[in-house]
Nanobody, 124 residues
Framework: VQLVESGGGVVQAGGSLRLSCAAS????????MGWFRQAHGQEREFVAA????????YYANSVKGRFTISRDNAKNTGYLQMNILKPEDTAVYYC??????????????????WGKGTLVTVSS
């Protein structure tokens, strides 16, 4: 399985970006999906997760109310809509697939597949 993120870029504080995660193969719909981020010099951290059907979502407190995770299994693609961006959101954003949703929340322990990441830079 290959995961390819896109949609990163440079945006001013208060702006929005929509990240996409395209998955190869036909297993996407059977996996939970998560978004993680890693700022320069810091550990990779959880951002959001969604179960295989899209009915359950989870967010880090730092992004709750500003970011929305979603997925389209027919297109083998997941999304992260990011609004009201802040400079502290600057990071490389990674999508991931895992067999159990709760093992993606606040941990990387449940990740089976990683993308290579896309850089988001929020200027003040």
């Amino acid at each position: 399985v290959q995961l390819v993120e896109s949609g990163g870029g440079v945006v001013q504080a208060g702006g929005s970006l929509r990240l996409s995660c395209a998955a190869s193969g036909r297993i996407f719909g059977g996996y939970a999906m998560g978004w993680f981020r890693q700022a320069h010099g810091q550990e990779r951290e959880f951002v959001a997760a969604i179960n295989w059907s899209g009915s359950d979502t989870y967010y880090a407190n730092s992004v709750k109310g500003r970011f929305t995770i979603s997925r389209d299994n027919a297109k083998n693609t997941g999304y992260l809509q990011m609004n009201i961006l802040k400079p502290e959101d600057t990071a490389v954003y990674y999508c991931a697939l895992g067999g159990r949703t709760l093992l993606l929340v606040n941990t990387t322990a449940g990740v089976d597949y990683w993308g290579k990441g896309t850089l988001v830079t929020v200027s003040s």
